[in-house]
């Protein structure tokens, strides 16, 4: 039989990906197999089926002795780098500050200062696990010493606790990987400059680990407002901001080339308004990043409980926030309020949850946006548009396991144009928790359906 050779390339954003061409005509899909078998020396197998290594034989699919024989070409696959700028709220209502109401009323012990209309609100902070002993900025006005207010000594707001608990645990869980890169802006803060806030997208080291730590350990606190527009646009000498940083960002060493761009924001207030218009600069922000929509995707996690005002709280904004991005479900509701159909962002309310739970919640909204960069699509460029589709198989191979058959209604389709392998259900699932998996799609072999 002669080989010829066939150029197959792809993009995987998790699994590695083989794709062989098999030209056998072998009604079978087994081709010639010196024992008449399926390669692994057996004689075959009476079910039809691939018993003791399937499609591989002894040696692999492309190796001797097994079905290899009609293979004209095998190309692999990487998944795809990610670079993920993470865009933090580290206004002052993360430390639980924000304007009263009647079902949340403010924390009187002490009460705030004459005429403020704002104040710590009950039951939005609690002890701080990292700062037992904070005294900075623990009263209603910025700057007050301790002893006018000592019954605040040691108090974070909970969703700070929280949101810095959570990402800590997310830095400290990544391996180095040449295939990620994190970076972060924390706007706002005690920390007054912007470039102090900022830590460029690199692998994830050791060293790159401690300095994203660093910007959210005690010692920095949430102060000021919510400059959402500037954050993604540009401010402090910052031209473009995270978008414009996100884009014109090349990576370099150990950082692979070409990865996924996303932008996730953490957020639980509702952005300052330019010129006192609070519709016309939302508007804003959703066209900006719109436009750096399919380039820049943007993730949203908001921290904050929709009953509230929505000058504190605004859940409709930041679900048609996250629609723009490109990154939300397609049965979401853009104009979510709360209660009817489903967020377009991850919705954290922490209402009357502990600084514990309210962190799980947000850790569990992380985990998911990592899963969702990953993609079970498997392309198949460069194949002939006659593909018959009853001779497709799908191999996959978990974790230091041996390589099985994933039968279709195990969990795989293929489109209608023939150029794409989708794993489904919990094939995909598998796949996705399993970074060090391998899948390969076969082309030319009878498809095994039992």
């Known amino acids: 039989m002669r080989r010829m050779a066939m150029k197959v390339t792809g993009v995987l954003l998790l699994a590695g990906l083989n794709l062989a061409a098999c030209g056998s005509d072998d009604p079978s899909g087994f081709g010639n197999t010196p024992d008449g078998g399926n390669g692994n020396g057996d004689g075959g197998d009476p079910n039809g089926g691939f018993p003791d290594g399937g499609l591989l034989g002894d040696g692999g699919l492309l190796g001797d002795g097994g079905l290899p024989q009609c293979a004209t070409g095998q190309s692999g696959t990487t998944r795809l780098p990610v670079y993920l700028d993470i865009i933090l709220d580290g206004s002052r209502s993360m430390d639980g500050h924000g304007a009263p109401t009647t079902a949340v009323p403010c924390d009187n012990n002490p009460p705030p200062a004459s005429g403020a209309t704002t104040c710590f609100l009950q039951g939005r902070r609690s002890l701080d696990p990292e700062a037992s002993t904070r005294t900075l900025n623990v009263c209603h006005q910025e700057g007050d010493d301790i002893n006018d207010c000592p019954a605040y000594r040691g108090l974070t707001g909970k969703k700070w606790i929280a949101a810095r608990g959570a990402l800590t645990a997310y830095f400290a869980g990544q391996n180095q990987n040449p295939k990620l890169g994190v970076g972060m802006y924390l706007f706002s803060s ?55 940083r996100l884009t014109n960002f090349q990576p370099a060493a150990p950082l692979e080339a070409g990865g996924k761009r996303v932008i996730l924001l953490m957020t639980d207030g509702v952005p300052n308004p330019t010129g006192g218009d609070n519709a016309a600069t939302q508007k804003k922000i959703k066209d900006a990043v719109s436009a750096a929509t399919p380039n820049i995707t943007t993730f949203v996690v908001g921290i904050g409980d929709p009953t509230d005002d929505p000058l504190v709280y605004d859940e409709k904004f930041l679900s048609q926030l996250a629609k723009v991005g490109g990154a939300a479900p397609g049965d979401c509701t853009p104009d979510w309020n709360g209660s009817t159909g489903k967020p377009c962002h991850y919705q954290v309310t922490p209402g009357a949850k502990t600084a514990d739970q309210i962190q799980n919640e947000i850790k569990a909204a992380i985990d998911n946006v990592a899963l969702s960069l990953q993609s079970c699509d498997l392309p198949l460029q460069n194949v002939s548009p006659g593909l018959d589709p009853n001779k497709v198989n799908v191999l996959y191979t978990p974790t230091g396991q041996p390589e099985k058959v994933v039968k279709p209604n195990e969990g795989w389709t293929l489109d209608a144009a023939r150029t794409k392998v989708t794993l489904t259900g919990q094939a995909c699932a598998n796949l996705k928790a399993d970074p060090g998996a391998k899948v390969r799609v076969i082309i030319g072999c009878s498809t095994v359906v039992n």
Do not use: Y
């Not at 470039?195 to 300095?211: C, W, Y």
């Not at 010692?219 to 910052?238: D, H, I, K, Q, Y």
């Open 190 to 244: 005690t920390v007054s400059s912007a470039a102090a806030r900022t830590v460029d997208i690199g692998a994830m080291t050791a060293a790159q680990k401690n300095t994203l730590r660093s910007k959210i350990a005690p010692g920095v606190w949430p102060s000021g407002g919510t400059p959402l527009l500037e954050a993604f646009t540009g401010e402090n000498g910052r031209p473009g901001g995270e978008i414009a």
